[in-house]
């Protein structure tokens, strides 16, 4: 037996005895991947209770249930970073590969052992090519002391294994084009139609464009224009003056804080500017004075922000600031009076202002993977919330105000800290989802059973479902009102 094979089956036996991350061969992880598929549970069961149970099928982002959307994202982050390191470290150059990854990960997610092949590329390179054993021999090294300091970036009570099959390097863009009546995908098509005045969607993502295209004036009913994914550094106010343009989606271009301009207009009413290199929120936003729908996400905004811009828009209800590195949200948020979606996903704010309840609209909040140990005393002033996510905090309790939220359908506080079942849950008139996963409950009340209007009831990953001490009787009961219970 090899030194790290004997160093391997030492590990296994014992636990983490080193903290070098071992890294396997193929025949090393052959030999004991059925003892590590049995000592390490999928990460699935810690992100997305509801995984062995979702019905299978194609659902895009918008569409896939939060466990389900945070595993689409992990995936995601995971090749970035990747990427980013070799691309850093100079290996990849024009390379294109695929990279699977057996990675086992300790409960906090420091790397125990990984294992990872070179698939084929996207020129159908062999596995076996002198190019491929040229690639394994550079990126190998370099990959498996990367993995020695990497942590993955999901916790949980026990170790977990994660699988991934990813492409690393510059991956030949191949675009699907968008096809219906009313829309257009191409420069070309746009340029040679004869029927402009019957275009209501022009799609020019991912077009590698630098300068706005002139011809997107040219559709007298243009309502959606998608722009997003270029190398655009600025956006004309002239864009603002197509008179029917409803929605505008420029995400995924170097903007920063001064490529937009935008020319006053009471016609768009959704603006996409995630992911644009801003770290304040223009001041040209306030000209789109019937915007509806802001989403300024995947921006870097831990120097904070503040809300003046968006004072005068007067029927905002939906502003998504998902993963803007927020460390704090101004209390003049209660100002935007009208605002019914509020997404604060991925950001690392501890505390909520109260003020934050002033929103009487208010329907869908979603404050998950966050550091919050607390929600705001008055949160129950929030009469009009019908779904809130608080999943992946350090949530203990819930305030008691929370039993005035009447209309509150979907409450998820997964991926907390509770150790009891708050008791305002069993007093909300028409939850008809409730997701309990992986806490610390020990128990469940029987007073769920008086939720009448329970669907679905999620258990999973706390000690009264591990140790199998649910009652029959209590789940006999909940089925019998016609809930799903999952544990």
């Given amino acids: 037996m090899t030194k790290s094979f004997l160093l391997l089956l030492g590990i296994l036996i014992f636990g983490n005895v080193t903290a070098q991350t071992v890294c396997l061969t193929k025949s090393e992880h052959d030999a ?52 980013r390191m070799l691309k850093q470290a100079n290996l990849l150059q024009d390379t294109t590969c695929y990279l699977i990854v057996h990675l086992y990960a300790n409960a906090d997610g420091s ?30 090294p370099v990959l498996c002391q990367w993995f020695s300091t990497y942590h993955f970036p999901v916790t949980g009570d026990q170790p977990y294994r994660y699988t991934s099959s990813l492409a690393i390097g ?36 991912t077009l590698e464009l630098s300068a706005i295209p002139e011809v997107i004036y040219r559709f007298p009913n243009l309502e959606i224009l998608d722009l997003s994914t270029n190398s655009l550094r600025e956006i004309p106010g002239k864009v603002f003056t197509i008179r029917t343009l409803k929605q505008l989606n420029i995400s995924g271009n170097p903007l920063g804080n001064e490529g937009l301009h ?16 801003i770290t304040t929120i223009p001041k040209a936003i306030s000209r789109n004075r019937r915007l509806e729908s802001l989403w300024l996400g995947l921006n870097d905004f831990s120097g904070g922000i503040t809300t003046t811009p968006l004072r005068r828009l007067r029927r905002l209800k ?88 009447y209309y509150l359908r979907i409450l998820d506080i997964s991926h907390n800290v509770f150790s009891r079942v708050p008791d305002q ?40 479902s591990e140790t199998k001490t649910v009652s029959t009787s209590l789940i006999k009961e909940l089925e019998g009102n016609k809930t799903e219970v999952f544990y």
Avoid at 179 to 200: F, N, S
Avoid at 335 to 359: A, G, H
């Fill in 318 to 405: 939906d502003l998504n600031l998902y993963r803007a590195k927020l460390e704090e949200l101004p209390g003049s948020i209660s100002r935007l009076k009208r605002l019914e979606v509020l997404d604060l996903y991925y950001n690392n704010l501890r505390v909520l202002p109260e003020r934050l309840c002033r929103l009487r609209r208010l329907q869908q909040l979603a404050i998950s993977n966050n550091k919050l140990n607390e929600l705001p005393q008055k949160l129950g002033r929030l009469r009009q919330l019908q779904v809130l996510y608080t999943h992946h905090n350090f949530l203990g309790s819930l305030p008691a105000s929370v039993q005035k939220l």
């Fill in 262 to 277: 935008v020319v006053r207009n009471k016609h768009l009413k959704v603006l996409n500017i995630q992911s644009t290199k």
């Fill in 32 to 83: 004991v991947s059925k003892t590590l598929a049995k000592n390490y549970i999928p990460v699935e069961t810690i992100i997305d209770p509801g995984f062995r149970t979702r019905q299978p099928g194609f659902r895009t982002i918008d569409e896939m249930d939060p466990g389900e959307k945070k595993r689409f994202e992990l995936n995601e982050q995971f090749g970035k970073e990747i990427n």
């Fill in 425 to 464: 849950v069993s007093t909300l008139p028409n939850l008809e989802e409730l997701d309990l996963s992986h806490n610390r409950l020990i128990t469940l009340p029987t007073e769920l059973t008086q939720i009448q209007t329970l669907k679905k009831l999620y258990v999973r990953g706390n000690p009264v």
């Fill in 111 to 140: 790397v125990r052992q990984v294992h990872y092949e070179f698939g084929r590329d996207f020129t159908r390179m062999r596995s076996d090519s002198l190019a491929t054993i040229r690639l394994k021999d550079r990126i190998g």
């Fill in 170 to 205: 510059k991956i030949p863009s191949k675009r699907k084009l968008r096809r219906g009546p009313g829309i257009m995908a191409t420069l070309e098509e746009a340029e040679k139609t004869t029927r402009p005045d019957t275009v209501k969607n022009l799609v020019f993502n």
